[in-house]
């Protein structure tokens, strides 16, 4: 059943069915009921060293005896991320129970718990589960052996991003903020997008921030100043500071 969930989960997620009918008669014949429920994508990141095959067992059946219809699955292309459909009936108060069933299942296996936009239906639904994963990606590791957890609707710029991936307006926003970057560092073998990234997803905080791309303070500022030079931008003004975390986002994803 597990292995058939995988399937499921696989075939969403990369759209290989016909028509939205067609995936929620496969869904229900599965046991994952869609129509008059309310569905959720959530993403758990492990720590490295999690033996996500023995894992993932523990975790669908801790969800499932919380009175939840769960799937789960994984991706080849990042071993450390277990991704969900949740089925809910409607008014049913039951995330708070499966989140802690999951934490408790995952004990010190578990880094990271995303939770993706409330869905009605398969094509919400597959937003969901994406913007779960990029969110359990996305999310810097947790200080000490403990774990955090994240929703989408605290991340609104993600949820725009995620929403708009494949618009050609974004892509063309991404290649023309950060190519400046993009060349420096394909020229130079240099880390100035990594760097940006660091700064972007710790605002206001570079002691952290060069900590995340393994510089020292001084280095971090000198590439700072070096990637406001290239793009000719004052990165401490908020319209910019979107704009390129915007970019950063959607960059990502591709």
Same mark, same amino acid.
């Given at each position: ?143 000490? +052996?403990?774990?955090?957890? @994240? *929703? !989408?609707?605290?991340?609104?710029? #993600?949820?725009? &991003?995620?929403?708009?991936? /494949? ?49 020292? +303070?001084?280095?971090?500022? @000198? *590439? !700072?100043?070096?990637?406001?030079? #290239?793009?000719? &931008?004052?990165?401490?003004? /908020? ?16």
């Amino acid at each position: 059943m597990r292995q058939s969930h995988d399937t499921l989960l696989r075939a969403l997620l990369g759209r290989r069915f016909v028509a939205d009918v067609d995936m929620v008669t496969r869904l229900e014949a599965a046991g994952f009921p869609v129509a008059g429920h309310e569905l959720v994508g959530m993403a758990l990141r492990t720590r490295s060293q999690a033996p996500v095959g023995e894992l993932m067992p523990r975790l669908v059946d801790a969800v499932t005896a919380a009175g939840v219809h769960v799937m789960a699955g994984t991706s080849s292309s990042n071993p450390d991320i277990i991704h969900f459909a949740l089925s809910f009936r409607r008014n049913q108060a039951i995330e708070e129970p499966a989140l802690k069933a999951l934490a408790e299942a995952g004990g010190e296996g578990v880094k990271i718990i995303a939770v993706g936009s409330w869905a009605s239906g398969i094509p919400a639904l597959l937003a969901s589960i994406e913007e779960a994963i990029d969110l359990a990606q996305r999310t810097p590791d947790p200080r000490g +052996r403990g774990y955090t957890i @994240q *929703r !989408i609707q605290d991340r609104p710029l #993600l949820k725009l &991003v995620t929403a708009l991936a /494949g618009d050609p307006r974004l892509q063309h926003h991404t290649e023309l903020t950060l190519q400046p970057l993009i060349e420096y560092d394909m020229a130079r073998d240099g880390d100035l997008l990594a760097v940006l990234t660091s700064y972007l997803a710790y605002p206001g905080n570079r002691t952290r921030a060069a900590a995340a791309s393994h510089l020292s +303070r001084s280095v971090f500022y @000198q *590439r !700072i100043a070096l990637i406001s030079e #290239l793009l000719g &931008v004052d990165l401490n003004d /908020g319209e910019v500071f979107s704009a390129l975390h915007t970019a950063v986002l959607a960059r990502s994803r591709q």
